[in-house]
């Protein structure tokens, strides 16, 4: 139990965990989304039933580091560069956002009604599935990175429990805003199809820092923010 005091383990404890929580925020988006094509009644059984099946999921994969890691190792080489699991299964999920994105954005533009979506009801099954793969998707790299800069299986573990519990306590307010909000729903669409372009480059050999991509998700939810607060003013 000498591990408690350790200050070290409690730094590299700290860390994962806001690592996890930063990497953690597309995916916390995606699920706010696809929850949102249910009925209200199952919404939240849904988000509960996704990311406790992620959860499981992630630390089955925490458990097997020896194969993880492995899943970087160059597969074969196209176009000369080398490419990896790791590489196929970002490619693999980026695609899937960008049809996911755009297909939800076709179908808030074309079709009537803005309840359309949840009077349609997708299917429980389905929108749990998708939550529970692209959250491993999206955890990935968040994994990898967790075997590299922790040594003790408890604290890569603990960090990844913490930051999946205060993801599932966020994405019910999350969801509920969005939902409420017609333009911050386009935007967290957008949102997605970022993203979803970032992993497929990513996954090609094109490296984008995620930086990058926050700082631009940051801008963009400032401005959204002020256009919130000035049409409550003329509300007001």
């Known amino acids: 139990m000498s591990w408690l005091t350790d200050p070290e383990i409690w730094a590299s404890l700290l860390t994962l965990t806001i690592l996890e929580i930063v990497l953690g925020i597309d995916n916390l988006v995606f699920i706010a989304l696809m929850a949102g094509r249910l009925p209200p009644q199952d919404q939240a059984r849904a988000r509960k039933a996704g990311l406790g099946l992620a959860l499981i999921t992630r630390l089955a994969l925490l458990a097997t580091i020896s194969w993880i890691v492995g899943l970087t190792r160059p597969l074969a080489e196209i176009a000369g560069h080398a490419v990896s699991w790791r590489d196929l299964v970002l490619i693999a999920g980026g695609v899937f956002l960008l049809y996911k994105g755009t297909a939800e954005i076709h179908h808030g533009m074309e079709e009537t009604g803005g309840d ?3 009077a349609k009801g997708a299917g429980f099954a389905a929108v749990v599935l998708q939550i529970m793969v692209l959250d491993i998707v999206f955890s990935l790299d968040s994994v990898i990175t967790a075997v590299g800069m922790a040594e003790h ?9 913490v930051a999946v519990g205060l993801m599932l306590w966020a994405s019910g307010p999350l969801g509920d805003f969005i939902h409420q909000h017609p333009t911050v729903r386009m935007l967290a669409l957008s949102f997605l199809l970022l993203v979803g372009m970032t992993l497929v480059a990513d996954g090609a050999g094109f490296h984008v820092p995620k930086g990058y991509i926050y700082a631009a998700i940051g801008f963009s939810i400032g401005v959204e923010t002020l256009n919130q607060l000035a049409a409550k003013r003329k509300r007001g």
Do not use: D, G, N, S
């Open 153 to 161: 299986f408890l604290v890569m573990a603990a960090a990844i429990i």
């Open 116 to 118: 359309a979506p949840a």
